[in-house]
T-cell receptor
Framework: AQSVAQPEDQVNVAEGNPLTVKCTYS??????LFWYVQYPNRGLQFLLK??????LVKGSYGFEAEFNKSQTSFHLKKPSALVSDSALYFC???????????FGSGTKLNVKP | DTEVTQTPKHLVMGMTNKKSLKCEQH?????MYWYKQKAKKPPELMFV???????INESVPSRFSPECPNSSLLNLHLHALQPEDSALYLC?????????????FGPGTRLTVT
């Protein structure tokens, strides 16, 4: 069975510091990996994806993620956090021709001024 | 236009009511999705339409009835709901069915069943 784990319910970071939101996956095949962000009372917003190619993927709002096949991870990173980055972050995985996403449980990011 | 719109934003309904949720996109996407999301939980897939045909039904109770009248519009008809059906209902669309295509989400309809 396919699954995604986000081991931290919450991540706290000070504004200006680097942030990391962790994601690991378990799939039977080559994964397609996505990060989404959700602000309160809003839908999910696409940040970035890894399909193939360079393991370091750059996305919206200065976020990036690194695909690590050996560690089956796809951690989300940003060099300098902003208070406005505070939101709920979801990692998702799917497979070629699989037609559905598996979402992680979500990580609440709190960036304090 | 990279927007998925959903109406209404909020809906309160009794257990005997019939109501509908509406989702619209004008990006030319041919796959559309309904998700249910409880507070602080990930979205749970309910239905997937591809080229206006139902492709996936995740064993959703029949009190939820999806409809895709055309490539831009997706409805979710609600009847005889239970209080535990209260949730945020999200619509999404993608260029084609899942895999490498990112999904664009609407803002959701906050449903309360009394």
């Amino acid at each position: 069975a396919q699954s995604v784990a986000q081991p931290e319910d919450q991540v706290n970071v000070a504004e200006g510091n680097p942030l990391t939101v962790k994601c690991t996956y378990s799939v039977s095949g080559n994964p397609y990996l996505f990060w989404y962000v959700q602000y309160p009372n809003r839908g999910l917003q696409f940040l970035l994806k890894y399909i193939t190619g360079d393991n370091l993927v750059k996305g919206s709002y200065g976020f990036e993620a690194e695909f690590n096949k050996s560690q089956t991870s796809f951690h989300l990173k940003k060099p300098s956090a902003l208070v406005s980055d505070s939101a709920l972050y979801f990692c998702a995985v799917t497979l070629y021709n699989f037609n559905k996403f598996y979402f992680g449980s979500g990580t609440k990011l709190n960036v304090k001024p | 236009d990279t927007e998925v719109t959903q109406t209404p934003k909020h809906l309160v309904m009794g257990m005997t009511n019939k109501k509908s949720l509406k989702c619209e996109q004008h990006m030319g996407h041919r796959a559309m999705y309904w998700y249910k999301q409880k507070a602080k939980k990930p979205p749970e897939l309910m239905f997937v339409y591809s080229y206006e045909k139902l492709s996936i039904n995740e064993s959703v109770p029949s009190r939820f009835s999806p409809e895709c009248p055309n490539s831009s519009l997706l409805n979710l008809h609600l009847h005889a709901l239970q209080p535990e059906d209260s949730a945020l209902y999200l619509c999404a669309s993608s260029q084609k069915l899942a895999d490498s295509y990112e999904q664009y989400f609407g803002p959701g309809t906050r449903l309360t069943v009394t």
